[in-house]
């Protein structure tokens, strides 16, 4: 069983930065997704940025141009660079590991709080 390990969430003032990291615990072989989503209090899981092991990124709108999303294939690592934080990116930000055709799989990490400060 893969478990995605997040780190780097925190508390920051509005404008400021911050990294998350996730690492698979298993190598995992084969194309696939990994990427970020967050759900906020009495909101919707959404997608924040996700990319596919080919390199190509998708981001919300909401936080096009302030974060970047990278990855590390070889260690099935995925990054999170935020920017110009705003207290509208107050979440809880989780990691997903996603492959759609078969060998089929979807995994999640625990979460990390990450809470901005106007």
């Known amino acids: 069983q893969v478990q995605l390990v997040e780190s780097g969430g925190g508390s920051v003032q509005a404008g400021g930065s911050l990294r998350l990291s996730c690492a698979a615990s298993l190598r995992i072989f084969g194309t696939n997704t990994m990427g970020w989503y967050r759900q906020a209090p009495r909101k919707q899981r959404e997608l924040v940025a996700l990319?596919?092991?080919?390199?190509?990124?998708t981001y919300a709108d909401s936080v096009k141009g302030r974060f970047t999303i990278t990855r590390d294939n070889a260690r099935n690592t995925v990054f999170l660079e935020m920017n110009n934080l705003k207290p509208e990116d107050t979440a809880v930000y989780y990691c997903?590991?996603?492959?759609?055709?078969?060998?089929?799989?979807?995994?999640w990490g625990q979460g990390t709080q990450v809470t901005v400060s106007s």
């Open positions: 997903n590991l996603k492959r759609d055709t078969n060998p089929r799989y979807d995994y």
């Open positions: 990319m596919g092991t080919g390199g190509i990124r």
